[in-house]
């Protein structure tokens, strides 16, 4: 399943909300509009800090509870184990170039489970020898779990930096998640087969 094209911010038309929500990864807040996700933060140890991560655009937002309601749903499963890759989530791409989105958009295909290296990124947007500009994308990634940035890795399979709170332990925990959802997910289908 292909992502859904972004919209940016610029064509907003619905007021912007946002809603904040307690998971297994910690509070979580989203921000966006529509059926658009503008920024998603996660990981906080109270409400309040996660309010004040979604940034200063959230403080003319709406507080709605019921804005993307399934979505929270998704992000609680997800943040407990579940297997959900968010291809049909909508982001901005407004503050990002085409390059920006092209990486983007190749990040959200990395099946849940697995992860690339910023140099293969880097080759699957036509880009070789690009990776720390590849880096540099994820690295500015407003919207980490819905583009799965934890998923990109350093040459070798080794964790660089992950600007979520809690940093390489943080995408260490995301991955190895992942991992277990997906042999789960193996398993459960093995032994339905039999």
């Known amino acids: 399943m292909q992502p859904r094209r972004p ?15 307690p998971s297994e990864l910690g509070w979580m ?10 920024r998603l933060t996660f990981g906080h140890k109270a409400m309040t800090a996660a309010r004040e ?3 200063p655009e959230s403080r003319a937002a709406l507080r709605d509870n019921l804005w993307f309601d399934d979505l929270v749903e998704r992000l609680q499963a997800y943040a407990g184990g579940a297997r959900d890759a968010f291809l049909d989530v909508t982001v901005a791409d407004d503050h990002l170039t085409p390059f920006q989105r092209q990486v983007v958009e190749e990040c959200r295909r990395i099946p849940p489970g ?10 699957a947007v036509g880009r070789a020898g690009a990776a720390r500009a590849v880096g540099n994308v994820m690295r ?8 799965p940035c934890h998923r990109v890795v350093g040459s070798g399979g080794k964790l660089h ?5 809690g940093g390489l332990k943080t995408k260490r925990k995301i991955l ?3 991992f277990q959802a997906w042999v789960w997910e193996g398993v459960t289908a093995v032994t339905e087969q039999v």
């Open 7 to 21: 919209v940016g911010m610029k064509a907003l038309r619905e007021p912007l909300r946002y809603t904040l929500f």
């Open 29 to 38: 807040g989203l921000l966006g509009s529509g059926a658009t996700v503008y």
């Open 53 to 55: 991560a979604l940034g």
């Open 114 to 123: 697995t992860a690339l290296t910023y140099g293969d990124l880097a080759k």
């Open 140 to 147: 500015t990634n407003r919207v980490p779990l819905i583009v």
């Open 161 to 165: 930096g992950y600007s979520a709170l």
């Open 176 to 178: 190895e998640m992942e």
